[in-house]
Every structure is written in C-alpha cells, then in structure tokens.
C-alpha cells in the first residue's frame, strides 16, 4: 500500500515537471490511431537518416576510444568491448534497413527505442571501464570522443524524442558521475570538472533537444490539419459533382429571390413565385448549425454590398437525411449607379 502510494507520488511529480517543461507537448499529444501511426513512422525514418553515417563512424570512434587504455593490464577487455560496439554497430546499420521500411506501429518504436538504449549503454560501458585507467592525452581523446557520442547521438535521435532522451538521460548520467567518482577516490579536481561540464553540456543538449522536439510536433499537428482540411474540401467537390448542378442565382436590390434553379431551392426550402423571399433570412432558417460561420459571412457580404466567394453552406437533405453542400459566390450589380442586387452561382 505504501509502495503503490510512493509509486503513484513519483509518477504525479514527474508528470508535473514534465508539464513544467513542455514535455508533454512531445510525448503526449493526444492522436488517432492512423495521425499516431504516421508520426511515429515519420519519426523513425527520420532518426535513422540522420544516424546511418553516425553508427558507420563507431567503426574509427571505437577502436580510438577503447586503445587509449591499451597497455594497464585489461588489454582483454579492450578487445573484448571494441569487438562488441562494432559488432553491434554494424548489426544495427543492416538492421534499420528492415526498420526503415515500418508503418508506425508501436511495436517498431518500442524496439526502436530499446535498441537506442542498447547503443548509449554500450558506449557509456566504455567510459565506465576504461576512464579510470586513462591519463595525461588518453583521458583529453578520451572524453571528446564521449562528448561527440553525446551531442551526435542526441542530435541525430532528435528526430524520435522518445529516443532521443533515453540515449541523452543515459549518457549524461554517466558521463557525469564516472568523472566525479574517479575525481572523487583520487582527489582529481580536473576530473571532478570534466563530471560538471558534461552535467552542464547535457542540460544545454536536453533544452536543444526539448525545443527542436516541440517544433517538429507543432509541425506534424499543423500539417495534419491542413490535411483535415483537404479532405473536407475533396469531399465538397465529390458532393458538387454528384449534384451536378451549377447555382445561377439573382436578387433585386432589397435581398429577394428573383431566380434560381429549382433543386436548390427545395434543398433549401425557398420559393420564388409570388411575394419577396428573401434571400439571407430565407438562408438562416434553413441552414445546418455547422455552417454559422459561413452564414455570418454571407450576412456580412449583403450589408456592406460586397464580393464574396467560397461561402460554404450545409443543407440537411430531407429525402435522404444526408448533409448537401452549397458554395456560393456573388457581386454586387449596379444600373447607373444605384444598387440593384447581387448575382452569382
């Protein structure tokens, strides 16, 4: 009971943090399944573009890292880890060849993610065994080596957040406590300050990061919109071909009907025979809710005797129940001078 409740505690304070900072607008955006699927296959892909030269380049980074410790008696294990990161290395770059190929399932982001917390925990297993051993020139090519695997990591996983800051969390802690430990046991000030520079350096990566993140979110959402949007449009112009009709309309100057085809006319329950209809009121009353914004338009075009164009209109259809659309366009029309209607279709 006291567990779950310190469980739930720490997951309520880092869920406040991560608001703080605007984590969430990265992990946590609220999507559909397909909108989900687009952006985490989008992220991979990119990730893995940005990473195929980096993973290639273990190959010289490797090696340079792990010979600066040749020679203090663990030239085994030198081989030994300088074996397994360009095994691993090399198995990943093939490797993504399958995953470049995902369609956004979560399944392929778990793996891809797991397999970025595979590649950090391997370079920080060599800052672990071969730091303590190092001096003097070793430790200076040493440490920019894990420097660049810090920030070109990071960079290059920037693309998959998720990604990004596990390889970050997991190389920032320890390039920053193997420094102060060492510094630490063998009162080395310089190593206990190469431990806050890279505290310092990872913070200042994880702001990049952060910010660089919410931008690509705040690009995918909007794209995704202007994608809504599209269809809605696609789906007006299919229902305008169905209809096959093209609306040559006319009022005199005091708004009424003077003409029109007639199956728009039933669809919006407005007759032209006898007496004025007027034609914005007659519009209000009949059209759906969806379109008050567009009516507002239109309104506004009659008053002030105007252009306007591209004012879309929902009709529920009474024979089928369905909704129709009407986009309408008119011009204002002058005789001598004098307002004498408007025109349009």
């Not at 600066?68 to 060849?97: D, E, H, Y």
């Not at 369609?103 to 982001?109: E, F, N, P, V």
């Not at 051993?133 to 960079?155: C, N, P, Q, R, Y």
């Not at 529920?316 to 025109?343: L, N």
Request: aromatic share 10%; glycine share 10%; with cysteine.
């Amino acid at each position: 009971m006291v567990g779950s409740s310190v469980t739930h505690m720490a997951q309520t304070f880092m869920a406040q943090i991560g608001n703080a900072i605007g984590l969430d607008e990265i992990l946590g955006p609220h999507l559909s399944e397909e909108p989900e699927k687009r952006m985490r296959r989008q992220q991979i892909r990119g990730a893995i573009e940005q990473m195929r030269v980096f993973v290639i380049g273990n190959t010289i980074f490797a090696p340079v890292l792990a010979f600066q410790a040749w020679g203090p008696g663990i030239n085994a294990v030198v081989l030994i880890w300088t074996l397994l990161m360009l095994t691993f290395s090399w198995w990943l770059f093939f490797r993504w060849n399958t995953t470049y190929k995902t369609d956004g399932r979560k399944s392929d982001m778990d793996a891809f993610v797991s397999e970025t917390r595979l590649n950090a925990s391997i370079w920080c297993m060599g800052m672990v065994l071969f730091f303590p051993f190092v001096e003097g020139d070793g430790k200076t090519i040493l440490t920019t080596v894990m420097a660049g695997s810090l920030a070109l990591g990071t960079v290059g996983f920037a693309q998959a957040p998720r990604a990004a800051f596990w390889y970050l969390g997991i190389q920032k802690a320890i390039l920053t406590i193997v420094p102060l430990m060492t510094g630490f046991i063998r009162g080395s000030g310089s190593d206990m300050i190469i431990g806050i520079l890279a505290l310092v350096a990872g913070a200042a990566i994880f702001n990049a990061t952060l910010e660089r993140g919410k931008a690509q979110m705040r690009a995918f959402l909007n794209h995704e919109a202007l994608s809504q949007k599209s269809e809605v449009i696609d789906l007006l112009l299919k229902d305008y071909e169905e209809q096959g009709v093209e609306w040559l309309w006319r009022t005199n100057e005091t708004g009424c009907l003077i003409s029109g085809p007639q199956q728009v006319l039933d669809l919006m329950k407005v007759t032209v025979d006898g007496g004025c209809s007027e034609l914005v009121e007659a519009i209000a009353q009949s059209v759906d809710p969806l379109g008050r914004d567009a009516l507002t338009r239109l309104k506004s075009a009659f008053r002030d005797r105007a252009d306007f164009h591209e004012v879309t209109l929902p009709f529920v259809d009474a024979s089928t129940g369905r909704h129709k659309w009407i986009m309408m366009r008119g011009r204002p029309q002058f005789d001598g001078g004098s307002f004498s209607g408007f025109r349009g279709i």
